[in-house]
């Protein structure tokens, strides 16, 4: 994990936690420093007037400041985990009430139309889109629960992990056949190019086909009119690297540090109102982090994206 010098900033930790400084558990951390340094100095003072070998005087000291350092790390660490399960919990209430707003109001909207007279009047192309607008809104929530939920499984250990040898190659081609009926309607291709020789890849199959999913996804659904997306397997090294070209809207430069962050979406998405959660990034970076793999990307606004991941080859 990646050191970040805002880890030691103890007033920037407590602002993320959203809690009072004395409930703060890195605030509480260096007041049991401090007391245990103070302590320490005590006991020595003792120690130093009733026992007469200084060495044996330095060991218990050491010892009692160690055994006290043990027991506030402990303590600390319950507090941070129950701050940052409060966290969880604020954000999670406030994004899923937002995410979870708009479809509902169309729902509600829609069906109030349904049930009203002006339904019944009007054509049949006008009640279509109103059904439309009911299954949209409808996939959009069911979308954001399975995202909450893997993410869920994920943190618990309760999606199969568990890895293997597989062909990369043929998991890209199921993923991509899943997508069919929908490139097909909006006439769009995938062209995907993989080498005769590539080595299986070692990794959770069930896990990886999760990471295919969103990637392609993504890409399909940001391509905004662009007819064609372009899919690479090859090797480097000990590694099978896996590389999806689209040229659709791209990632605006500044929110690019900010798109493997939970619920995050660049803004040029949001004012082009395509659908999402905000989530699969965090899924996608989530996994490759807890299984070996690596994921890197290079976007320009308005001219496409390009993301790469790559995961462990097994011969």
């Known amino acids: 994990m990646a050191f970040n010098l805002s880890q030691i900033n103890i007033f920037a930790q407590c602002r993320k936690y959203k809690i009072p400084l004395w409930q703060c558990p890195q605030f509480l951390f260096t007041i049991m420093g401090l007391f245990i340094m103070v302590a320490s100095v005590v006991f020595y003072a003792i120690g130093e007037r009733y026992i007469f070998d200084p060495r044996m005087v330095a060991l218990v000291v050491i010892l009692v400041a160690m055994m006290l350092l043990v027991i506030a790390f402990i303590i600390t660490h319950s507090f941070e985990n129950l701050a940052e399960a409060n966290r969880m919990k604020t954000e999670f209430v406030n994004i899923v009430s937002h995410q979870?707003?708009?479809?509902?109001?169309?729902?509600?909207?829609?069906?109030?139309?349904?049930?009203?007279?002006?339904?019944?009047d009007s054509?049949?192309?006008?009640?279509?889109?109103?059904?439309?607008?009911?299954?949209?809104?409808?996939n959009r929530m069911e979308g954001l629960i399975d995202d909450l939920l893997t993410i869920t499984r994920l943190k618990d250990g309760k999606l199969d992990s568990k890895k293997a040898s597989f062909v990369l190659e043929d998991l890209v081609k199921e993923v991509i056949n899943e997508h069919k009926h929908f490139l097909e309607a909006n006439n769009m291709k995938v062209e995907f190019?993989?080498?005769?020789?590539?080595?299986?890849?070692?990794?959770?199959y069930p896990l990886t086909k999760i990471v295919l999913e969103n990637l392609i996804g993504n890409a399909i659904h940001y391509s905004q009119g662009s007819k064609k997306i372009e899919i690479i397997l090859k090797c480097q090294k000990d590694r099978v690297v896996f590389t999806i070209k689209d040229k659709g809207m791209g990632i605006p430069k500044e929110d690019q540090k900010y798109i493997f962050?939970?619920?995050?979406?660049?803004?040029?998405?949001?004012?082009?109102?395509?659908?999402?959660?905000?989530l699969g990034l965090f899924i996608v970076k989530l996994i490759l982090d807890g299984t070996n793999g690596k994921i890197w990307f290079v976007s320009q606004e308005g001219k496409g994206s390009i993301f790469n991941f790559s995961l462990p080859a097994r011969s």
Do not use: C, M
């Open 100 to 120: 979870l707003r708009a479809p509902l109001t169309n729902l509600r909207w829609a069906t109030q139309f349904l049930l009203s007279k002006e339904f019944q």
């Open 261 to 278: 962050e939970k619920f995050f979406r660049a803004r040029n998405a949001v004012y082009a109102e395509v659908n999402g959660t905000g």
């Open 193 to 204: 190019s993989s080498p005769e020789d590539l080595p299986n890849v070692f990794a959770s």
């Open 123 to 138: 054509d049949q192309a006008e009640k279509t889109d109103y059904f439309d607008i009911i299954r949209e809104n409808g």
